[in-house]
């Protein structure tokens, strides 16, 4: 197979999602959700983390006092032949959330939503159940990092239109917690998108309110009407960088307990996300799932932030003890590398391996896994000697960020210690976790990074782990772009990357947009979908990449398609 080899037809088919869809989006300006909601239902509806049987619907009434809201589930859009209805309390105890469990649905089975509450009614959305038997293909759309502040959320929008997509899967940072002040405050003004609170967020009523106002964007309305929503939490749905024990982004003699702003970060999400409610035995906190869509894939999603992470490594304790590769190699080998270092629970990987082994002895193609943050061995290259980066000790007016990236280029580190690559001992754990269960194929849907990728893993032995897709953030800019590069080094830093590190096949961080994941039972197509602009309602989409996934001798290849 070459590069140029299209393993996927310009045919269309109807599979579970309808249209197949064609080579490329349609690239004519689209605006962005043409009408303003309701004012009683001004935070619209969503769907999401359905089974074979059931669904979550989810809205918010805006009231001063508890208000009776009646639902209906229909299978048809004028809502003609209800199949379930009935009524639930909107009240102060769940900021006015209502979220319903609607069971007792056909598998696979298609449905229309809405609510009635004051003499009012909601808009309508469009869910799915979870199908069972034979299923010939599935489209997922992968997205991560929308930051209110930075743009309008013309990704969500997309994937809203988008007739290849059946289900969306949201791998965290669906909001920040910073304050109107700090990281975006700039272009939020321009925008009129200033952060709520001005505060950075920390008791439950903060969370509430960021929560509602990240519901109030058009573009997210539209996605959660259309598409049922698969999710997992990263960081900043609490603060920054958090593990077990605290966060980058806490100060307990200014901000209190930790554990009580995690609690109300949590209660928040809980309320304001179409997720179910835990089952007897577990907590909230251990929010992780397992999707299976008929005999054609499992999509396991991860919690690595409240209930296992040990605490990060902290580069800036070791810049003044590293004078050579041996010091570098010491702080690998007895942090990064240590032991013990945990990411995952005990409980998580117990489902996880049962999970994957179901799927293996069912001969399902396809294992996903839902992965907030990079796993790809991601090194920096030596940006000062490829002459990208000055010399930081000859440059008086360098940046933090450009000193940053060059020191830790010189001595070979790792990017990023709070992904995966701080973490050695627990990501060679999973990776044995699925040799284990005999799914060494693994596909992880990667966000946190705010830039595409396309990896090809390997454990520490060089065994082929599986490949990786990362999107690129909804809103959130590029660290490269961010750190004021520029576009024209920002693109040479992404291909310095990718020609350094052996995992890295392609990666780029000067766009905002998502992926979309179409499986077939032989081939899988990854399409990297970008948007010209978050500053304007009006946007256009552009196809960036794509890559095909086959396996061969047991292990999945990436090949790079046209487009």
């Given at each position: 197979m070459t590069a140029t080899t299209p393993l996927f037809p310009l045919t269309r088919r109807t599979t579970l999602g309808g249209l197949a869809g064609a080579a490329t989006l349609a690239l004519a300006p689209r605006a962005l959700a043409a009408s303003e909601p309701d004012p009683l239902f001004r935070h619209g509806i969503a769907s999401g983390d359905p089974d074979q049987t059931s669904v979550v619907i989810w809205t918010r009434v805006s009231a001063d006092q508890p208000l009776k809201v009646k639902w209906e589930v229909a299978r048809d859009a004028a809502f003609t032949q209800i199949v379930q209805q009935g009524e639930a309390l909107a009240s102060p105890e769940q900021d006015h959330t209502v979220k319903v469990l609607v069971s007792g649905l056909r598998p696979g089975g298609r449905y229309h939503y809405r609510f009635r509450a004051?003499?009012?009614?909601?808009?309508?959305?469009?869910?799915?159940?979870?199908?069972?038997?034979?299923?010939?293909?599935l489209g997922i759309a992968l997205v991560s990092c929308s930051n209110y502040a930075f743009g309008y959320f013309n990704a969500y929008d997309a994937i809203a239109a988008d007739a290849g997509?059946?289900?969306?899967?949201?791998?965290?940072?669906?909001?920040?917690?910073y304050g109107a002040d700090e990281w975006g405050a700039e272009t939020a003004r321009k925008l009129g998108r200033v952060h709520m609170p001005a505060n950075e967020i920390v008791s439950l009523d903060d969370y509430r309110l960021r929560h509602a106002q990240y519901k109030t964007d058009l573009g997210a309305q539209a996605m959660h009407a259309a598409?049922?929503?698969?999710?997992?939490?990263?960081?900043?749905?609490?603060?920054?960088?958090?593990?077990?024990?605290?966060?980058?982004?806490?100060?307990?003699?200014?901000?209190?307990?930790?554990q009580e702003r995690r609690a109300a970060s949590i209660r928040a999400y809980f309320e304001w996300m179409p997720v179910r409610e835990p089952v007897p035995g577990r907590s909230r906190m251990q929010f992780w799932r397992t999707y299976r869509f008929g005999d054609l894939a499992t999509l396991c999603t991860?919690?690595?932030?409240?209930?296992?992470?040990?605490?990060?490594?902290?580069?800036?304790?070791?810049?003044?003890r590293i004078a050579s590769r041996a010091d570098a190699e010491r702080l690998e080998r007895e942090e990064i590398d240590a032991a013990g270092r945990t990411m995952l629970a005990p409980e998580l990987e117990a489902d996880l391996d049962a999970a994957l082994r179901a799927s293996v002895a069912d001969r399902q193609p396809w294992r996903l896994i839902g992965n907030p943050m990079p796993i790809a061995r991601t090194r920096v290259p030596d940006v000062v000697g490829l002459g990208l980066i000055p010399d930081p000790a000859k440059a008086d007016k360098l940046s933090g960020e450009a000193r940053a990236l060059a020191w830790k280029g010189k001595w070979n580190l790792p990017f990023y210690p709070d992904t995966w690559d701080g973490y050695e001992w627990?990501?060679?754990?999973?990776?044995?976790?699925?040799?284990?269960?005999?799914?060494?194929?693994?596909?992880?849907?990667?966000?946190?990074?705010?830039?595409?990728?396309?990896?090809?893993?390997?454990?520490a032995a060089g065994?082929?782990?599986?490949?990786?897709?990362?999107?690129?953030?909804?809103?959130?800019?590029?660290?490269?772009?961010?750190?004021?590069?520029?576009?024209?080094?920002?693109?040479?830093?992404?291909?310095?990357?990718?020609?350094?590190?052996?995992?890295?096949?392609?990666?780029?961080n000067l766009h905002q947009g998502y992926v979309r994941l179409d499986l077939r039972r032989l081939v899988a197509r990854a399409d990297f979908v970008a948007v010209d602009t978050v500053m304007s309602r009006l946007y256009r989409t552009r196809l960036l990449k794509r890559f095909a996934m086959v396996r061969r001798d047991g292990a999945l290849g990436l090949t790079e398609q046209p487009v």
């Open positions: 004051a003499g009012r009614t909601s808009p309508a959305g469009r869910t799915r159940t979870l199908p069972v038997g034979r299923l010939d293909r997509v059946d289900f969306v899967l949201h791998t965290g940072d669906y909001i920040y917690e598409h049922p929503l698969l999710a997992c939490w990263d960081d900043h749905e609490s603060a920054n960088n958090p593990w077990t024990g605290g966060a980058q982004n806490h100060q307990s003699d200014k901000e209190g307990d930790w991860l919690e690595t932030r409240h209930t296992a992470r040990a605490q990060q490594v902290d580069y800036r304790t070791w810049e003044g627990a990501r060679e754990r999973l990776y044995a976790l699925s040799r284990a269960a005999g799914a060494g194929d693994l596909v992880f849907l990667t966000g946190d990074s705010h830039s595409f990728w396309a990896n090809r893993l390997a454990d065994r082929p782990a599986g490949v990786e897709l990362g999107t690129a953030g909804v809103t959130s800019p590029g660290d490269f772009v961010e750190s004021g590069f520029g576009p024209e080094l920002s693109a040479r830093l992404d291909q310095a990357f990718a020609e350094h590190n052996p995992e890295v096949v392609w990666t780029d």
